[in-house]
């Protein structure tokens, strides 16, 4: 019993480091435990995350030859280039017209559709169920099913819109008509995260709020104003900040519905590094884009943290 | 006391759960379509057959696309468990020096867009031999900053008296972890696995750059094919591509919502 209990007090006091006397090794024994556990997440980072990074830092300095082998080294020559490019400057318009079209109307959806959802009502877990399904949905998938709505001949959505007296749209044929329909695609494959993330929002607020505002008559608009939506916005930001990081990262459904056209009206941003890089070979300049992707999805996180270390204040 | 607004509720509630589940609801229907219903822009099929269904398996090697896409998304999210929970794991109970420098370590690596790494990736995986292999979709997958944080804020709940009964049965730090903690947490493990496995099955870019040939194909890319191929001819075969496709991620998501949402609310803002 003596030995087990020493070993067991000697492990307290390597825990907190108390003992002044341990040798080098003994006062390492955490760290290198720790290092044992951390050691595949730092070797999978470090491999798979920051190495690439780098590279592409570096790459983005370069021309390449097919096999994305560095040849010349160019300085800011591949930023000059695209700066200065057509296609990269209306991929960049595009990219930020289409993340205008798709946040704001993604998240006021998905509130919308968690504040119905919290209500406590029957069967609400049915349309709970039902309203997050499409977050089970692939880009894939969803994109096919789309195209289909969308076709200019056997799609649904135009004889809707005939039947009401609209007449057919040219969904994906039309440049500005093929940026819509590709936000379209994507709110309604956002909407079930960010109802999900929204509506456990909700969930979280604490009750009693609601009772003490109830006991005092206040309205519900008063209630969603004063509480609700006060308690609840490190949520919208969160999702709002992940909702446009998404945004800036589609490529799926832009590959399937439209190939970046017509008339390059949906080229958006890493549907341009995938062609640049995969298609024509341009690594370098294809680069250059990815490292302008990390500077907005590097801002947009940063902003996240500082707002979310404040929300910490008033809760 | 919120039971009087059922009455506005209820409709809204209807309306917006038909609008948003109609292209799954409609993809289904088409899934049993002839191709003159489907001419017609029929709203039901007229007559309900499985044809569509045989034939998607004709057309391209849709089985082997579910089981490589099976293999890979299993693979992933055992690789990201493991992973993940060893990382958690140190965060949790290990107090070490240089431990927050670690911690932002991880957190850095949130900042970074998988797409703007993409490119030497692709160039890494081709070095190391792994193109058209499970490797490339597994493998660079497993480290998650997401799951780390995710479990870590699940195993600092479990109770200081069950760590020190651990402690005075001499458990060493290994047995501690899967004897005791990963046992109490069952259910963040149980998240964080349904949350891999969907996010792996439904992977698009990265399995359509690293595979070039049926073997190691997987569903989603499976899906492109199926709709350049057969587009002009037969949208009742895509459609059953689709409904097959979609089944595993959807059932998964309705098994699994709650814990799900739980999981998610906890990890992403923590």
């Not at chain 1, 370069?62 to 490019?85: K, P």
């Not at chain 2, 509720?9 to 948003?20: M, R």
């Not at chain 2, 057959?49 to 998304?73: D, K, Q």
Request: aromatic share 16%; net charge positive.
């Amino acid at each position: 019993m003596s030995s087990s209990s020493v070993t067991v007090v000697e492990e307290r006091i390597l825990q907190y480091g108390r003992k002044e006397k341990l040798s080098w090794w003994g006062k390492t024994k955490n760290f290198r435990t720790a290092m044992l556990y951390l050691f595949p997440s730092i070797l999978l980072f470090s491999i798979f995350l920051f190495y690439p990074m780098l590279r592409t830092v570096y790459l983005s300095f370069f021309l390449t030859d097919a096999q994305g082998v560095a040849s010349l080294f160019v300085g800011f020559e591949n930023f000059a280039y695209i700066l200065q490019s057509s296609v990269f400057r209306k991929s960049m318009v595009s990219t930020l017209l289409f993340v205008l079209y798709t946040v704001p109307s993604s998240v006021i959806i998905a509130l919308f559709l968690a504040l119905l959802a919290n209500e406590k009502l029957r069967g609400i877990g049915f349309f709970r169920t039902i309203l997050s399904s499409t977050m089970g949905m692939s880009v894939a998938a969803s994109a096919v099913i789309w195209l289909f709505l969308f076709h200019p001949t056997v799609g649904i959505l135009n004889s809707f819109l005939n039947i009401i007296g609209i007449s057919s749209i040219p969904w994906l044929l039309d440049p500005q008509w093929a940026l819509i329909s590709i936000a379209i695609t994507t709110v309604w494959m956002n909407t079930g995260f960010a109802f999900l993330v929204i509506l456990g929002g909700l969930q979280n607020i604490d009750q009693h709020l609601y009772e003490n505002a109830e006991i005092d008559g206040a309205k519900y608009r008063y209630q969603l104003r004063r509480i609700t939506l006060p308690m609840l916005s490190p949520t919208l930001f969160f999702i709002i900040t992940i909702t446009f990081i998404n945004s800036f990262q589609s490529f799926g459904q832009v590959d399937i519905l439209t190939q970046g056209g017509p008339a390059e009206a949906t080229n958006l941003i890493v549907y341009a590094i995938y062609r640049d890089a995969f298609i024509n070979y341009q690594f370098g300049t294809a680069s250059a884009q990815a490292l302008i992707l990390f500077i907005l999805v590097f801002g947009l996180t940063i902003l996240q943290f500082k707002f979310g270390e404040k929300r910490v204040h008033y809760q | 006391m919120m039971k009087s607004r059922g009455w506005v509720v209820y409709p809204l509630l209807i309306i917006s759960s038909l609008l948003l589940f109609f292209p799954i609801v409609y993809a289904f229907l088409v899934s049993f379509m002839s191709g003159t219903d489907v001419m017609n822009r029929s709203f039901l099929p007229s007559i309900w057959n499985w044809s569509n269904y045989e034939r998607v398996f004709e057309t391209v090697p849709l089985m082997r696309y579910l089981m490589n896409s099976f293999i890979v998304s299993t693979g992933v999210m055992l690789g990201q468990l493991v992973v993940c929970a060893f990382a958690a794991y140190a965060f949790a109970f290990i107090p070490f020096k240089g431990r927050n420098a670690v911690f932002l370590l991880f957190i850095s690596t949130l900042m970074i867009p998988w797409e703007a790494a993409m490119i030497p990736n692709f160039l890494t995986i081709q070095a190391f031999g792994w193109m058209n292999s499970y490797l490339s979709m597994t493998v660079p997958f497993f480290a998650l900053a997401f799951g780390t944080f995710l479990l870590r804020q699940h195993f600092k709940t479990v109770p200081h008296e069950l760590m020190e009964a651990a402690d005075i049965e001499g458990l060493s730090k290994f047995a501690t972890f899967y004897k005791v903690v990963l046992p109490y947490c069952r259910t963040s493990l149980v998240t964080l696995g349904i949350y891999g496995f969907l996010t792996t099955w439904n992977m698009y870019l990265w399995p359509l750059l690293v595979t070039t040939n049926d073997e190691k194909r997987t569903v989603q890319i499976g899906l492109k094919q199926l709709q350049t191929v057969e587009v002009a001819t037969d949208w009742g075969v895509v459609m059953a591509g689709v409904i097959i496709v979609i089944i595993p991620t959807l059932l998964l998501l309705f098994i699994g919502q709650k814990q799900l949402q739980k999981g998610l609310t906890q990890g992403a803002l923590k």
